[in-house]
């Protein structure tokens, strides 16, 4: 076939796109034999169990999953896998292969139908454990020996947490042949061990994402009526391009619950059930009675609720401009109303959009930290790599992030 005809069929199938400078992620199979590896090393057998679910980046929907309102992530490439093999001695073997996590990276516990399950020390194992006391069929759970691995950057804003999750619950589903009937009740299952276990208060976002990812697509969630719809995300000639600024702040931890506070004050004040339910005509009939803060913490849920609807509309009809116009407005209104970036989020933001062929760029997740998304021309993402690397006064990591599945047992 002539060269420049494969060419063009690899982009019309949506080829990946590619950057020379962007990090490379490993693809499953590769991340699959590391892990196999580890398994052998820390059990010397081969694993025939193996499951994958994937991190996420959020394209725009912050701080409105607990309003009850849109938010819209896509999965990213990044995934974790937990590969492991069945046992019958009534316990559960997990080792994580990360090093960031904490010690010891390997735990034994009981089955729950022995002994029911708490968190504990270390950390990381809560996220394991709390899954498996929340799986449908936990009392099918005779014994396992498994080890974890992953591509998503830990506590890096990209739900590292959520993949580790979603991950364990797909193993249980191979592991004990019983797949959770609805896709919804998985996530929420996730969502349940991350709340008990982690003791993390969080929103629906990021386990629906890892459980119903679907490459070429971002997923808008409604965070009422925990339904979710597709919406196309695979135009060739556009890039995700995802920065962590690597820097995380403290503050985000303390913020947050304040934060949703400040909103159940606003719905209260409004006489509304959720800010989801108020017009922002309504809000602003109320700004001179209002507290200031209060007002504020208000206008931008209030607006990144519409803006989020109106982005999943534009990626429909594929206008870039326009996608990219709600992106900045999101990241201003993150900025100086809800008062949740931080300096380096900032120059991330402005020194992607000093580059021509940058349609918007945003920060993603709580704040205080973590990533920056950014929607680019494919041709612009080097020079916006550049540009950033050249200023930023921190150490920048970039990711080209193409819309990809949710989790998937794998054969090994
Ligand atoms: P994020 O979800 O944004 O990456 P979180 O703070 O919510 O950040 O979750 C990070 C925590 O999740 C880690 O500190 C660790 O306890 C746990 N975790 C995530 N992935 C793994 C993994 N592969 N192995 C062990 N622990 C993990
Ligand atoms: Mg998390």
Redesign the pocket.
Known sequence: MPRYLAKRRLVRRGAPPHSAMACRTLELDELLAKAQNEFQQQFGARPDIAAAAP?RVNLIGEHTDYNDGFVLPMALPMV?VVVGRKTSDGRCTVA?A?P???EPRRVSFSVPSKQPLLPGSP??AN?VKGVIANFHAASAVEGFEAV???T?????????????EVATYTFLEALTNNQSKQLKDKALACQKAEHDFAG?PCGIM?QFISVMGKKGNALLIDCKSLEAELVPLDDPKVAILVTNSNVHHNLGSSEYPVRRRQCEEAARILKKPSLRATKLEELMAQEKTMDEVIFKRALHVIGEIRRTEQAALALRVGDNAWLGRLMNESHQSLRYDYEVSCPELDLLVDYANEVEGVWGSRMT?GGFG?CTVTLVNQDAVDKVIANISSKYPGKATFYVATPSDGAQIVKL
């Open positions: 991190g974790t994580t990360v960031e996590a904490d950390k990381w996220y974890i691995l992953t998503v950057p830990l506590g890096g804003g990209l739900s590292s947490s959520a993949s580790l993390v990021d997740g973590g």
